[in-house]
């Protein structure tokens, strides 16, 4: 069952501006004007590590009221974006480097849209030491301010994960955390795209979104030749306090499993599991709004669900006229994500941001999550620079103050990540336009395989629509994909919103995923 919400746009446009600041990585043209200092990043006492610790924590700060963490200085959080990204590390001085390790530690600078800093450990043999802020582990270019204030306010806001993923001695990034509870990930050789968070609380709420931070991160030291690292983070929130641990293993699919236990301040009764955000501009459904010289502009294209019964859906991402919420009612779902299906550079045809590289990410929870749904979000944008996608697991089940919530899953990042047994024929892209003689003419390409027989006559195309009528539908075969095109019209009468329901069967049985749309009167 589909539940469709149309709220007002105004005071609920989620926008991720934080995001763009998380990108500030590439090095700055031009020389830094601070000597290019390899000192290593610097660390305090030691004391004892035992990750049981985090969730005694979470449990504390639970049961009192909720403080905000302090403030970095004014000037620090007063920095414009040329200024914030004038102040780049120095891989020369990541932790671990130069030693048998197989990972080395980057750290982010605080200021800009990160006014808190986090709190970092390190972790080794039980025992953990916290890395201590230090501007000089740092390049800094001239469009930096002189004379920043420095106190013990100050810290990082984030850290970065780097390997050997492709050339030996060549360290490159394959995660980031930063920004409260946002974190990101690639498998080699990818661009980064979407993001994932630690929890989502009351997203497109009419009285606001709340949005957890992680304060606080450990990061255990990986042994020789390990092809895994383990982080661990303490979330905390006005409503709730969690303990997260992250256990990352990269690849050409990047794999993070993921344990948590979210200790409630308040009822939650709407909690965003295992959360994704992520960008659609358009693409061949209604590029018609944008005069742009590429063919599409997102970071995902589908919502993609296997449901507790089995079923495989696939839900076009869309750009809507207003803000719209759908739920996916679903028991003990089998896995969702957000997928980039568009894998050519011809997709695209963009030289810069490589959309066509970045990677699809799919959630696989780790025991029965009972009944709730997949909630999707879609905002309206008008630019690239804004995640206007979200999706996550909401629980039928609230969580009541001073109880608490485990929870375990895993997160696949890769080209094509989800991990579907037997999945059925995948769509490959979705197109639509208008008709001289009225009507809109829906176009969906599926794969081919030895699935699909020769006499095409033999596949029965099954078209359900909600308001209007559906015209029969045309199914051809593809040249380029030698898979089955279909193709219908859909007449809307007086109808203003129409959701449609499309798969093909053969010899009585699916064979494709199940197609979802939604269609709006603008």
Known sequence: MVQIITLEEEGLM???????????????????????????????????????????????????????????????????????RALQFN???????????????????????????????????????????????????????ENMPIDPSLGYSGLRLRSELKTEGKFEEFAVFQGASYFRAIGTGQNYGLSARGLALKTADPAGEEFPEFTTFWVERPTPGAGNVVVHALLDSPSCAGAYHFNIRHGSTLTMDVEAEIFARTDLAHVGIAPLTSMFLFDDMDRHRFDDFRRAVHDSDGLLMHNGSGEVIWRPLANPASLQISAFSDNNPRG????????????????EAYYHNRPGLWVTPGEGWGRGHVALVEIPADLEIYDNIVAYWRSSKTIAAGASHKMTYRLDWGPSPASIAAPPLKILNTAAGARPEGGRVYVIDFEGDARVPEDLDQ????????????????LQRNPETNGPRLAFTHYPGDATLAEFRVQLRHDGAPLSEVWLYRWTAE
């Open 14 to 84: 989620l926008r991720r501006d934080v995001l763009k600041y998380i990108a500030a990585i590439a090095a700055m043209p031009g020389g830094a004007l601070a000597d290019d200092v390899q000192r290593g990043l610097q660390l305090g006492t030691e004391a004892p590590f035992d990750r049981g610790d985090i969730h005694l924590m979470a449990q504390e700060l639970a049961m009192q009221p909720y403080s905000e963490g302090e403030l970095i200085p004014a000037a620090w959080r007063d920095l414009n974006y040329d200024q914030y």
């Open 91 to 145: 891989v020369k001085n990541a932790l671990w480097r130069g030693s048998e390790t197989p990972v080395e530690l980057d750290v982010f600078p605080p200021g800009l849209y990160f006014p808190r800093p986090v709190t970092i450990y390190a972790v080794d043999a039980a025992k953990q030491r916290r890395l201590l802020f230090d501007k000089a582990v740092f390049r800094v270019y001239e469009q930096f301010p």
């Open 336 to 351: 969702f994500g957000l997928m980039q299906r568009s894998r050519e550079y011809g997709d695209f045809k963009d030289l």
């Open 459 to 474: 596949i029965e195309p099954i078209i359900r629509i909600t308001a209007g009528e559906a015209g029969k539908g045309i």
